[in-house]
């Protein structure tokens, strides 16, 4: 069962709203800039995720037949409730949005993977917190199309994803209890399993549960292994980072990041970059992970809160967040 709403080739779905304004799918980029001058642990400010008050999307980068990085935002949700938004591309060469065909009525979903040049997202919240999704989608950027596969084994939202062996992990953050007994929901909210879906058999499993509970934590993979770090316990803020290894399926808990609550990251040169926002969602600070040292280092502050992916330019790696009120590109 699910209750996405997929419009492809324009249309928007909406919750009893008006379309909000979206960006041209036709606007003429600006010409591309040079990153090297970039002062190390800084943040410029770049266009804004064009549409006002959206928040909950997700985020995912592959890049363009030219190699330039393109994040793509998926769904998410407006002060007013509406939803099905419509796909947005952002160049990051050019800082240039555009609109594509395809709209996704969720928000805050178990986040995005890239794996073989498509980007696969699972669960989300449907247009309200009573209605969540088992749905899984690849996107596919050279045609613009979203492909249902193979339902999650729970109806989950607010997770983290990591890709590992062209394979994704997934560690929701919270599960359905509405339709409890019944196959697919759980008896209390906040989650812990993990799960793991192989795109090349469209098949889930499930895998060993986290040592901790991370609704609306960050994570990342490195040299093979998935740490998740931050987020909540239901409504309790939590700092605990905790590295899955799939090769010994274990869990094992490390240093705690300084800020607890709500985090957001990406891997850059083996360092899992985590933004938090701590607990009432408003408070800033940056941290860079180092898993050689098992410590954390504090960095520059980013322009606003927002969804963060790692993009390349000229060859060097950044970190990018992504919202409706400011974005920023922050070099290492």
């Not at 324009?10 to 090297?36: H, Y």
């Not at 084994?153 to 890709?163: I, Q």
């Not at 989650?191 to 499930?206: E, G, I």
């Amino acid at each position: 069962m699910s209750l996405v709403i997929l419009a492809l080739g324009g249309g928007m779905a909406a919750c009893g709203t008006e379309a909000p304004t979206q960006p041209s799918a036709d606007a003429t980029p600006p010409p591309s800039v040079s990153f090297l001058t970039l002062v190390s642990n800084t943040w410029t400010p770049k266009a804004a995720y064009p549409v006002q008050d959206v928040h909950g999307f997700s985020v995912g980068v592959v890049p363009n037949s030219a190699g330039q990085p393109i994040l793509y935002a998926f769904g998410g949700t407006d002060g007013s409730g509406g939803s099905g938004f419509w796909t947005l591309a952002y160049n990051a060469a050019t800082n240039a949005w555009t609109r594509k065909n395809t709209t996704v009525d969720v928000r805050n979903s178990n986040g995005v993977v890239r794996i073989k040049g498509k980007l696969y997202f699972s669960g989300g919240y449907i247009v309200n917190e009573s209605s969540v999704q088992a749905s899984t989608w690849a996107y596919d950027p050279r045609t613009d199309q979203l492909t249902r596969k193979a339902d999650m084994p729970k109806y989950t939202a607010d997770g983290v994803s990591g890709m590992i062996n062209d394979r994704m992990y997934v560690l929701p953050g919270i599960c359905s209890t509405v339709g409890w007994p019944f196959a697919g929901y759980c008896d209390h909210e906040p989650f812990q399993r993990l799960f793991l879906y192989d795109p090349a058999t469209n098949v889930w499993v499930s895998k060993k549960s986290a040592p901790h509970y991370h609704r609306g934590g960050a994570g990342g993979v490195i040299n093979g292994k998935f740490y998740v770090v931050g987020g909540f316990n239901g409504l309790q803020p939590v700092a605990y980072l905790d590295v899955y290894d799939p090769a010994a399926n274990s869990w094992k808990t490390l240093a705690p990041v300084p800020s607890a609550g709500r985090a957001r990251g990406a891997v850059i040169s083996g360092k899992l970059y985590v933004l938090c926002t701590g607990p009432d969602g408003t408070q800033r600070r940056t941290y860079a992970y180092n898993p050689v040292t098992n410590t954390w280092a504090t960095k520059a502050v980013p322009p606003s809160p927002g969804e963060v992916a790692r993009v390349d330019l000229d060859g060097g790696p950044y970190l990018l967040s992504v919202s409706s009120v400011a974005s920023g590109l922050y070099k290492p």
